[in-house]
C-alpha cells in the first residue's frame, strides 16, 4: 500500500528555535513535495525534491532515497512560520501523477 | 501570473442538492488536478486533466462525481444530490507537465452540507 507518514502530528517551538518535520513513505518514489498551508486553507509549494537537499531562505528539505524519508527543517523559527506542513509524494509505481499526501504537522511558534 | 482561481471560495447547500465548483488554473499550465481535504486530514486526490483528457480518476470520485475541463482551460467539478459527507475543502492545483514541476494550488472551495 502507498501511504506517507508524518511525524510529528503537532510541534509547539519558542522563536529562533531549529525545527525538524519528518516524512517517510512505503515505495519508491519519483518526486517528494513539501508544502505549507495556512488557516483558510492556501496552499503553497516550498520543495520538490527527488534527491539530496534543497535550500530556501530559512528552509531546509533532504531527502534519503535509501531509506525512504525526508526531512524539512526551519533554521532560527519565527511566530510567522507556524502552519501545517504536509509532506506529498508521487510514487513511481503504475505511473500515476497524483500525488499522496500525510495528514501534516501543525508547527506553533511562540514569541 | 494571476495563480489558481477557485470559486465560489464557500457554498453551503442542502443534501440533496447540486454543486458546481470552478477552476481557473494558471493559464500556461496544462495539468490540473482537484483534491479534497477533510479537517485534520492531508489532500485525497480526486482527479486530474492533461489538457481537455481527463487522465485519472480516484475511486474516491462516485458516480455522484463528474469533472470536466472541456477546452483544456478552467475546469468544473459538479457534485449531484450532495451528501453530508460531501462536507470538505475541494482543492485545485495546476502545474505545467514538466515533471520537475512544481504545483500551484489555488485557495479551496469550502462546501458544508446541511
Known amino acids: 500500500k502507498n501511504e506517507v507518514e508524518q511525524s510529528p502530528q503537532n510541534l509547539t517551538a519558542q522563536e529562533g528555535e531549529f525545527i525538524t518535520i519528518n516524512c517517510s513513505y512505503s515505495?519508491?518514489?519519483?518526486?517528494l513535495h513539501w508544502l505549507q498551508q495556512h488557516p483558510g486553507g492556501g496552499i503553497v509549494s516550498l520543495f520538490m525534491?527527488?534527491?539530496g537537499k534543497k535550500k530556501h531562505g530559512r528552509l531546509i528539505a533532504t531527502i534519503n532515497i535509501q531509506e525512504k524519508h525526508s526531512s524539512l527543517h526551519i533554521t532560527a523559527s519565527h511566530p510567522r512560520d507556524s502552519a501545517v506542513y504536509i509532506c506529498?509524494?508521487?510514487?513511481?509505481?503504475?505511473?500515476?501523477?497524483?500525488?499522496?499526501f500525510g495528514k501534516g504537522t501543525k508547527l506553533t511558534v511562540n514569541p | 501570473d494571476t495563480g489558481v482561481s477557485q470559486n465560489p471560495r464557500h457554498k453551503i447547500t442542502k443534501r440533496g442538492q447540486n454543486v458546481t465548483f470552478r477552476c481557473d488554473p494558471i493559464?500556461?499550465?496544462?495539468?490540473l488536478y482537484w483534491y479534497r481535504q477533510t479537517l485534520g486530514q492531508g489532500p485525497e486526490f480526486l482527479t486530474y486533466?492533461?489538457?481537455?483528457?481527463?487522465?485519472?480518476k480516484s475511486r474516491l470520485l462516485s458516480d455522484r462525481f463528474s469533472a470536466e475541463r472541456p477546452k483544456g482551460s478552467f475546469s468544473t467539478l459538479e457534485i449531484q444530490r450532495t451528501e453530508q459527507g460531501d462536507s470538505a475543502m475541494y482543492l485545485c492545483?495546476?502545474?505545467?507537465?514538466?515533471?520537475?514541476?512544481?504545483?500551484?494550488f489555488g485557495n479551496g472551495t469550502r462546501l458544508t452540507v446541511t
Open positions: 506529498a509524494v508521487r510514487f513511481s509505481q503504475g505511473g500515476s501523477e497524483k500525488l499522496v
Open positions: 486533466f492533461q489538457n481537455e483528457a481527463q487522465l485519472e
Open positions: 515505495v519508491g518514489i519519483s518526486a
Open positions: 493559464s500556461e499550465h496544462n495539468r
Open positions: 525534491l527527488s534527491s
Open positions: 492545483a495546476s502545474s505545467l507537465r514538466l515533471s520537475n514541476s512544481p504545483l500551484h
